[in-house]
């Protein structure tokens, strides 16, 4: 029943709803079944206006009503009674037709005639009114008397007959009385003998049973109450020398035991030990295939991956040059960035807290800061470069002193005083005059011989000498790392430029992920090898409560077939799965129920679709191998160009012997439940004209035609549409089918464009053929009665 009630109008073609969903329940071309006053209505719907709206083909007969319950009939189920069964009465009224004339000849043809039998077969023989006429001519006195001699005589033989049976029914009784009384002697005899035997036997089977070795059964697993008794005292005494107190006990898993570390050197294997897998958590033992991709990898955790940068956002980084940056860096020049373009970097500076633009800008001491740039949507660099106007050059990173010094600060050239000594000495010289000697220097300090007009200290006597010697000062004649540079101090060095890493991702032409895990050699047939594994994790707290993988599964078999699959795996605190698709081309859902679960609608929006271009097949195949060899225990829905769709039920191993097969149909027309009939659903019953049905019979033309869309081009035996509406309109029904899907300008399909397709009624049609049937039979009648009398 469906969903809400109905109110019906008389004499109209509107129909309203209360609860109801005509929207998602019909479409154009259903049927409306509702029950009025004991009568029940089969209504064609020709429009759905909403969901409590629809509009009728043709006007509602039937009284007004509110609140009628109502079901929705699709029209593909009211169409469908076998279009077999207008064959098969096309047939039988072909048959009373050929009868018709079969009784037209034998009562009006004088002499042999040929009759069309239902096998399609003919007989040749007389007519009726041959032998008629034959009969006219013999001498029924005589006749008569022949017949009751012939009576006498059959009545004697039948008599004769009985006597002989009865005779040899009591002979056949005498008989089996004496063999009977011959057997029960020689049996009685015989039986007497085997007492004896059997008795024997018997003495013998008890003295096994009683005195039987031990271990050597009497029969089949059946021993002697001597094997018994001594297997009793065997395990009394091996019970005995058992020490209970020596017993390990099962639930403490070997914690009892007196040398854990001496058992351990008893039952661990002679050599290497070979490990289940390779290291998972913090204290797992390695392997020595995973040592070897660590020590591969650089001292990485685990197989190497090519191609991906581990430094973290806002790690800079020295780079060769600027005629390459990659894409997930900036070069630190001091610029403005919007915080937009590279989010991950400004998260990343907001952990530093940035400065001020204008005191960035203000302060060369201060660039090695991030700065907040306008406030709100930019934010600047730190200048390791030294480009900005006014900042400090070619700068070199150090530590903060254990934070001494404030971080993000910038310092310019500085070095050490450089000092030195110079050591004088007053001497008179012959005149009489004092001067001042350099007799000694150190450090930057040195001395060389004097020149003309570079003079001493003034005499004595207030005249001038000659300089004996020269004083300079040269920061190199110290160390020759002085005088290198004009203005700056360097240590020994090499030039790049100073870059940011600025986002987690990267960018790369032709980038290769390697995920590798080796053995040197195969391992043995039966053994489960993986791939290395590509895993993304979420954790929250630190604990991990969300975790995917990829990796690839590896197993060879002892024929030496090699089984490979990538696995898929999604994990959670709640549940995990995995799916593995192999190199055959097979999908295995791992579930715990091993269920194919697709969350949508089956059809070509979401769901499960499948397509191909001459056949498809879905399998459904029963995993409980008993009773195996029964045909349904695997069912398969197959669809191709040459049987259409077909549902097939074999056995578990898909053998097509004993098969079953029902085959939809392939070419146009319906299918159609049996219309419903009976008193209650009838009123204004009176007996019909079967005349009227005759001449609409008569009045179709039969004809032969194939199926446009038949591939197999079949030639059909029926009637056409159009011609037969014209004759009984009842025998038609008008169907919209759809041809194309009408879509909006993104591609969502809003509508259709239809065509009425015309499809037979069956009913009325087979009921026209049972009403000419009827009208046949009584001609017969009529004829027979006419030829009796």
């Avoid at 030294?386 to 070199?396: R, T």
Wanted: net charge negative; no cysteine.
């Amino acid at each position: 029943m469906s969903a809400g009630t109905l109110t019906l109008t008389n004499n109209s073609d509107l129909v309203s709803g209360a609860g109801t969903s005509f929207s998602t329940e019909l479409t154009a071309g259903d049927f409306v079944v509702a029950t009025v006053g004991g009568v029940t209505y089969t209504l064609p719907v020709k429009s759905v206006e909403g969901d409590t709206e629809i509009t009728l083909i043709s006007k509602y007969p039937g009284p007004t009503q509110q609140g009628s319950a109502w079901n929705a009939v699709p029209r593909a189920t009211q169409n469908q009674i076998t279009a077999a069964l207008v064959v098969q009465s096309t047939e039988a009224l072909r048959g009373l037709n050929y009868d018709k004339q079969n009784w037209q000849a034998v009562f009006s043809v004088d002499g042999h005639i040929t009759v069309m039998l239902p096998d399609g077969s003919s007989f040749t023989g007389p007519s009726w009114l041959s032998i008629a006429n034959i009969l006219n001519t013999l001498d029924v006195e005589y006749l008569d008397q022949l017949a009751a001699q012939i009576k006498q005589d059959a009545q004697q033989v039948e008599a004769d007959k009985n006597t002989v049976v009865d005779t040899a029914q009591q002979v056949s009784t005498d008989a089996q009385t004496a063999s009977t009384a011959a057997t029960g002697a020689q049996g009685s005899a015989t039986e007497a003998a085997q007492s004896e035997t059997n008795a024997e036997g018997y003495k013998e089977l008890a003295r096994k049973y009683a005195l039987n070795p031990e271990d050597d059964p009497v029969a089949d697993n059946e021993y002697s109450a001597l094997h018994y008794s001594e297997k009793a005292k065997k395990s009394a005494a091996e019970a005995a020398s058992h020490n209970p107190a020596e017993a390990l006990v099962k639930s403490l898993n070997l914690s009892d035991l007196a040398d854990r570390a001496a058992a351990w050197l008893n039952v661990r294997p002679i050599g290497s030990t070979p490990l289940a897998g390779d290291p998972v958590n913090p204290y797992d033992a390695t392997t020595q295939r995973w040592v070897e991709n660590y020590v591969s990898g650089g001292g990485g955790t685990g197989p190497t991956m090519n191609g991906v940068q581990n430094f973290g956002v806002g790690m800079p980084i020295l780079w060769t040059s600027r005629a390459f940056t990659p894409a997930w860096a900036v070069v630190s020049d001091g610029q403005i960035l919007n915080r937009a373009d590279w989010p991950e970097l400004w998260v990343h500076a907001q952990m530093h807290t940035p400065i001020d633009d204008a005191d960035w800008l203000a302060n060369p001491g201060k660039r090695g800061n991030y700065s907040n740039g306008d406030g709100s949507t930019t934010f600047r660099v730190p200048d390791f470069n030294g480009v900005q106007s006014g900042s400090i050059p070619g700068l070199f990173g150090r530590g903060d002193q254990g934070g001494l010094l404030p971080a993000g600060n910038v310092y310019e050239s500085a070095a050490p005083d450089i000092a030195g000594t110079l050591n004088f000495r007053q001497v008179r010289a012959p005149a009489g005059e004092l001067n001042n000697n350099l007799v000694g220097s150190g450090g930057a300090f040195s001395t060389s011989t004097g020149t003309t007009g570079q003079y001493g200290p003034i005499s004595l006597n207030g005249t001038l000498a000659t300089a004996l010697q020269l004083l300079s000062f040269k920061a190199s004649d110290s160390n020759p790392v002085y005088g290198r540079s004009a203005n700056q101090v360097w240590p020994n060095s090499f030039v790049g430029v100073w870059i940011i890493r600025a986002s987690g991702g990267f960018t790369a032409a032709n980038t290769l992920w390697s995920v590798i895990n080796e053995d040197a050699e195969a391992p043995g047939p039966g053994v489960l090898t993986r791939g290395g594994n590509v895993i993304s994790s979420y954790k929250i707290a630190g604990v991990e409560v969300a975790r995917g993988s990829l990796s690839v599964s590896h197993n060879t078999y002892s024929s030496g077939f090699r089984d490979v699959s990538a696995v898929i795996e999604a994990w959670s605190t709640d549940a995990s799965a995995s799916w593995s698709f192999n190199h055959a081309g097979f999908i295995k859902p791992n579930t715990p129920s091993g269920q194919f679960i697709t969350q949508a609608e089956i059809g070509l929006s979401g769901g499960l679709f499948s397509n191909g271009d001459r056949f498809i097949a879905v399998g459904l195949r029963d995993q409980n191998t008993a009773n195996a060899d029964a045909v349904g225990k695997t069912w398969i829905m197959s669809l191709n160009g040459t049987s259409g769709l077909q549902f097939i039920a074999r056995n578990r191993a898909q053998s097509n012997v004993g098969q079953l097969v029902i085959n939809m149909p392939y070419s146009s027309g319906t299918l159609a439940l049996q219309g419903t009939s009976g008193l209650a659903y009838k009123r204004d019953i009176k007996d019909a004209d079967l005349a009227e049905a005759v001449n609409r019979i008569d009045a179709l033309r039969m004809v032969n035609f194939v199926y446009n869309d038949d591939e197999q081009n079949r030639e059909r035996f029926g009637i056409i549409s159009e011609e037969a509406e014209l004759v009984a309109p009842q025998y038609i029904k008008h169907n919209s089918e759809e041809i194309a899907d009408i879509m909006d300008d993104d591609g969502n399909k809003i509508g259709a464009e239809t065509r009425d397709r015309p499809s037979v009624d069956n009913n009325p049609i087979v009921m026209d053929l049972l009403g000419y049937v009827k009208h046949l039979k009584a001609e017969i009648e009529m004829l027979k009665t006419a030829l009796k009398g």
